[in-house]
């Protein structure tokens, strides 16, 4: 099959990032218009996504373009270019499809913002960086691009700067996110010494992991090193503070973050560079394991929270911690698969929560309740999204989540029954949420009515999205594992799993009926038998509180004693030389007195002393 | 005959014009020190050109040039020193120092 | 032997001098020909068209196909002569033409003798630059000197301008003997009053007279350094320069220190640092003691010009801390014939001789305007001067800038890049 498409995907981040300059250059002279040259970019980018989507769908062998030399640092050159395969191909599509419908819903949301354009500006460029960052060649091409996903979000966090609690929030997570980077980081400089050839390439990458040349030992720590840079965009416990923070940024910025390019890029790292991961089976005990206890870790948080943005990014970390599971699994195409269909609905319950917000302005769900009857398509199209996102059949997320849990249960029976219980927990929150939102009256008086079309135009295509994506992997097809090279994948209906889960899935339902849709328990049930357990989930185990006095506070007191030693020590020896010279000038201005004879008495000492030492030392042996 | 007498003549000569142009209140003397260097220079020239290593014209004609220089700067020296007085009224050293630091 | 006696046809290799002696004579005729009532400011203009004719033809000397040299050595007229004359001629032309006008304002007499009296004073710096011969060197050098004790002194009622110019010409006198008896050391041991044949004659006997050619060598070097206001021999400098009408100032703090350093760089080049010398006892210590002396003054000279108030002495520490800089390259590796150190002296002298002058005239203008030549003077001038802001901004920008520019590339590069060389090609 021709390379037609493939050929031309690096157009893919390059219209976003045309759409940028163009923004930036003329923002405000364009006003409305900025949202459209956006949509009209996105648009294009995922047209010509979907071409290579589907231009790949026969392939196997992967398409590399890597000739655009960057770098000559003696024998050593390092390319830049893009590769296609298959992984990417979907990445692309599931990036550019994303951000087209929240590039649609933000002409809505942000409609009357006077920043708007800054804001499409911003989005165009995190597209663009996420889409680069997809269709790297090598590790630092991909390191570069993963840098400027950090950037964006920051900016995009932080766009309402004016809030205190945006500022906070975008500070975190650029400083956290840079922690894990710090981590990439050291992995790449690992990589680049020990592989042959110093070649960051993935394609090399992946045939020196797979014929075994690097060492395991050194391959751990790589793949650890690497790990923990996604661990960092991907919100893995204990790096997981910044996301829910994060919420503070608008909201389809949020869907946009959550849901395709900021915590997809942790991800679709670690399955980028799976062949490392393979090579050391500690590494993938380690992923595994981080990701099973985040899943669950975040589940349990999420059941205590009262924002209803904040729900759904523990919901995300929970996931994410699923994905990475499934990853530390070994079973790579679970872990994508799941990506992609988590990027769909749970766009949808951002975008959906967004709508909620605009309608009620209050993300506190205690204040809401009654709204399926206003907002009747955001009712149902949020009751999709959380129907999926529980796991229930056939949505896509019970096919995914399926997948990882069958792994799981083959592999591991302990993060097979902590996927279940997090799955429990996963559906008894969206059922909390879903209800405390719009079941039940009114608990305030806001006039919700439903929003308009750029709202209700991408929920309705994520709806069905959200529906149908888990199609294509399912136990009966396993077609989405064939393309993506993953042959270990197990094609049997597991049943025992699939039973399991939903109930799992159907149990935290019932509970959160009982509690919140018919209030037939109570819902201080917890929280009056055991406030502690309460309490420690509602401020989410205390982890921010621990950072701020272990890191914050140490780091603090070790600045203390730099400044200390500032003040003292390099201000000293600064003062020192300050006063030497102005010592010398006193020095010398007291010679000047003004008495011609003094001033001829010196010239002679000068003379004598210059003489006696210089030339002294020639006559009388003295040195 | 040696050089050594002249050489020793001309140094003590020329240390009492120092010690004078450095010590005197007195500007016209302080002048007339400046002299007396010039002269001890002009003694060791001549001292030179007759009994040194390598006796010659030269030093002969260096210490001409030497006298008529001499005799322009010191009459610079004078008429500087005059206008001077005449603003001042004074020929003290010591009280030049209207300028200092 | 060469011809020792002058040739008609030499002449016309001292045109550029003797431009300057008959426009001077002239001038003084003229002075002293014309009526009182007749304004004396032809001599400026008469002053000027004979620099400019006296630069027209130091330029045609330029790039000779052999160096000239009259009177058996004791005249040269080389490249690095006559780029030296162009320095002295230009700065005395700018000096000439800052002058204009301000000469009456500063209470100075003679404005005629005032203007013409630059002509002897860039003579004597041009004979200085082209000496080959001691007497030639002394002759220059007190041309230039008394020329300037007068001109230091050209304000008559001015207590402060006779003060210094007092303060001048004893100092002035007491280097001069020294440098004389300096020399008068030089030619017993030699015989020669030239300066290529001192140095054959120094080679060959050096051990016999050590001591006399080390006293001689300093008392040169006291000498020379107090011309160019070196430290510590640099003490008249900020009173003189405070004294002096400031075009006088300029003049003193460009073209006298720049021919103060053609006869150092001569006497250098010639005697204690030539390759004849090289390696010997006496050369080391010759160029080490010009590199302390360079130490000395960079130090000195920016650490008493931070406590000055008065912007005429600051700018005289800064020329002690310039001279200090100027030294670098004379006083770094003598020992190989290097051409670059020519070319970073002159480049640095070129490049200070426009910033001094700069300078001082921007001095010129806010003395004008507030009356006093306080550092505070300077106060808010970028309001004041907002209508014609050009040439203090310009120069004051200018200072600064091309000063620490040049102290980098200048000092650091030279100094430490040859001292290194330098010591290690004395290990070896």
């Not at chain 3, 304000?155 to 001015?158: I, T, V």
């Given at each position: 099959m021709a390379n037609d498409f493939t050929s031309y995907a690096w157009l893919v981040p390059l219209f976003p990032l045309l759409a940028f300059l163009v923004l930036i250059a003329a923002g405000r002279q364009l006003r409305e218009a900025g949202a459209y040259i956006s949509i009209v970019a996105m648009l294009a980018s995922f047209v010509l996504a979907l071409l290579i989507f589907f231009e790949r769908l026969g392939h196997t062998t992967d398409y590399t373009w890597n000739?655009?030399?960057w770098l000559t640092i003696g024998d050593f050159q390092l390319n830049m270019g893009f590769e296609v395969t298959n992984l990417n191909a979907l990445m692309l599509v599931i990036v550019t499809l994303v951000s087209l419908l929240v590039n649609i819903y933000s002409k809505g949301y942000m409609h009357?913002?006077?920043r708007v354009n800054v804001f499409f500006s911003y989005i165009q460029l995190f597209s663009f960086a996420m889409l680069g960052l997809v269709i790297s060649v090598n590790v630092l091409e991909l390191y570069i691009f993963w840098e400027l996903v950090g950037v964006c979000s920051f900016l995009l966090v932080g766009f309402?700067?004016?809030?205190p609690e945006a500022r906070a929030a975008a500070k975190k997570a650029f400083i956290v996110t840079r922690v894990g980077d710090v981590g990439l980081f050291l992995g790449m400089l690992l990589l680049f010494w020990y592989m042959p050839g110093h070649s960051l390439d993935f394609s090399a990458i992946h045939n020196a992991f797979s014929q075994g040349k690097i060492d395991p030992s050194i391959a751990t720590w790589i793949a650890i090193l690497v790990f923990v840079g996604a661990m960092g965009k991907s919100g893995q416990?204990?790096?997981?503070?910044?996301l829910p923070d994060a919420?503070?940024?608008p909201t389809p910025i949020s869907a946009l973050i959550h849901a395709a390019t900021m915590v997809a890029a942790g991800v679709y790292l670690v399955a980028r560079t799976m062949d490392i991961f393979q090579a050391s089976p500690d590494a993938m005990l380690v992923v595994a394991y981080v990701g099973g206890f985040t899943a669950i870790f975040a589940a349990t948080i999420g059941t205590a929270q009262n924002d209803i943005k904040r729900v759904l990014a523990y919901s995300t970390v929970s996931q994410l911690g699923y994905m990475m599971m499934a990853l530390g699994l070994g079973a790579a195409t679970a872990g994508i698969f799941h990506l992609f269909t988590h990027a769909f609905f749970k766009a949808l319950l951002f975008l959906g929560a967004g709508s909620v917000i605009h309608a009620?302005?209050?993300?506190?769900?205690?204040?809401?309740?009654?709204?399926a009857g206003k907002m009747k398509i955001t009712a149902w199209t949020f009751a999709i999204g959380a129907l999926a996102l529980s796991g229930i059949?056939?949505?896509s997320g019970f096919w995914s989540k399926d997948a990882i849990l069958s792994a799981a249960f083959e592999h591991n029976q302990l993060l097979f029954w902590v996927g279940l219980i997090a799955a429990f927990f996963t559906a008894f929150y969206m059922a909390r949420l879903f209800f405390l939102v719009?079941?039940?009256?009114?608990?305030?008086?806001a006039h919700a009515h439903e929003s308009p079309a750029p709202f209700t135009f991408p929920l309705v295509v994520l709806a069905v999205l959200a529906v149908?994506?888990?199609?294509?992997?399912?136990p009966f097809n396993g077609w989405l594992g064939h393309w993506l090279g993953?042959?270990?994948?197990?094609?049997?209906?597991?049943w025992t799993v699939m039973i399991l889960s939903t109930l799992a899935g159907l149990l935290g339902i019932g509970l959160g009926y009982v509690m919140y849709?018919?209030?037939?328990?109570?819902?201080?049930i917890v929280a009056g038998n055991a406030p502690w357990l309460y309490t420690l989930v509602y401020r989410k185990y205390y982890i921010d509180e621990l950072y701020d006095v272990v890191f914050v506070r140490g780091l603090r007191l070790i600045g203390k004693a730099f400044e200390l030693f500032d003040i003292y020590i390099v201000d000293g020896i600064v003062r020192l030389c300050s006063a030497a010279v102005v010592g010398i000038g006193r020095l010398g201005l007291r010679?000047?007195?003004?008495?011609v004879q003094t001033y001829g008495l010196a010239t002679l000492l000068g003379l004598l002393i210059l003489a006696l030492a210089l030339a002294g030392r020639r006559f009388f042996h003295l040195g | 005959m040696s050089i050594t007498p002249y050489l020793t003549l001309a140094a003590i000569l020329f240390c009492i014009g120092l010690y004078g142009a450095l010590s005197k209140k007195n500007a016209i003397i302080v002048l007339l020190s400046i002299e007396l260097m010039l002269n001890a220079v002009n003694l060791n020239l001549i001292a030179f050109a007759k009994y040194g290593p390598k006796p010659g014209l030269a030093g002969q004609i260096f210490s001409l040039f030497n006298i008529t220089v001499a005799a322009a700067e010191v009459a610079v020296g004078i008429a500087i020193l005059i206008n001077l007085y005449r603003n001042r009224g004074t020929t003290d050293v010591t009280d030049m120092d209207t300028m200092k630091r | 032997m060469e011809a020792l006696r002058l040739q008609l046809s030499d002449l016309q290799h001292l045109i550029p001098e003797l431009t300057l002696i008959v426009t001077a004579l002239l001038a003084a005729l003229l002075d002293l020909a014309l009526?009182?009532?007749?304004?004396?400011?032809f001599s400026a203009w008469l002053t000027l068209l004979g620099i400019v004719v006296a630069i027209c033809f130091t330029a045609l000397e330029l790039n000779p196909e052999e160096p000239i040299q009259l009177l058996a050595q004791s005249y040269r007229i080389d490249d690095f002569a006559s780029l030296l004359k162009l320095v002295i001629l230009v700065g005395t032309g700018l000096v000439v033409f800052m002058s204009l006008g301000s000469a009456a304002r500063d209470d100075i007499h003679h404005v005629g003798e005032y203007y013409y009296l630059f002509l002897p004073a860039a003579l004597g710096g041009m004979i200085m630059a082209s000496s080959g011969d001691l007497i030639t060197l002394y002759v220059g050098l007190e041309l230039l000197s008394i020329t300037s004790y007068v001109l230091v002194a050209m304000?008559?009622?001015?207590t402060e301008s006779n003060e210094g110019a007092f303060k001048y010409i004893v100092l002035g006198g007491i280097s001069s003997a020294i440098i004389l008896y300096g020399m008068s050391f030089l030619y017993g041991i030699?015989?020669?009053?030239?300066l290529l044949a001192i140095n054959s004659a120094l080679a060959g006997s050096i051990d016999d007279v050590k001591g006399l050619v080390y006293l001689a060598f300093f008392l040169l070097l006291a000498g020379f350094g107090f011309k160019i206001a070196a430290?510590?021999?640099?003490?008249?400098a900020p009173d003189v320069y405070q004294g002096a009408p400031t075009p006088v100032t300029a003049f003193l703090a460009v073209v006298s220190k720049g021919a103060g350093f053609a006869i150092l760089f001569r006497v250098m080049y010639?005697?204690?640092?030539s390759l004849t010398l090289m390696g010997t006892d006496l050369q080391k210590d010759a160029l080490l003691s010009l590199s302390v002396l360079a130490a000395i003054s960079m130090i000195a000279g920016n650490a008493m010009a931070l406590r000055q108030h008065n912007v005429k002495r600051l700018l005289a520490y800064s020329g002690i801390a310039n001279a200090g800089y100027l030294l670098v390259p004379i006083a770094?590796?003598?020992?190989?014939?290097?051409y670059a150190n020519y070319s970073e002296f002159l480049f640095y002298l070129i490049a200070y001789l426009f910033m001094n002058i700069g300078a001082f005239a921007v001095l010129m203008i806010v003395q004008r305007s507030s009356?006093?030549?306080?550092?505070?003077?300077?106060?808010?001038l970028y309001y004041r001067a907002r209508g014609r802001p050009q040439r203090p901004c310009c120069s004051s920008f200018r200072w600064p800038a091309s000063r620490s520019r040049r102290d980098f590339s200048e000092s650091c590069s030279s100094s430490w890049a040859r001292c290194r060389r330098n010591s290690i090609g004395s290990a070896r």
């Open positions: 000739q655009l030399k009357g913002d006077e309402w700067y004016f809030k416990f204990p790096l997981h503070t910044w919420m503070e940024g009620v302005h209050t993300q506190d769900i205690r204040e809401m309740g009654g709204l059949v056939p949505l719009f079941a039940g009256k009114p608990r305030s008086d149908i994506a888990g199609f294509v992997f399912t993953d042959h270990a994948e197990a094609e049997t209906a597991n849709g018919k209030n037939s328990v109570s819902r201080d010679l000047q007195n003004g008495q | - | 009526p009182r009532k007749v304004s004396r400011s304000k008559k009622k001015s030699s015989g020669s009053t030239n430290a510590p021999f640099h003490t008249w010639w005697v204690f640092g770094t590796h003598f020992s190989l014939v290097h009356g006093n030549e306080e550092l505070r003077g300077f106060a808010g």
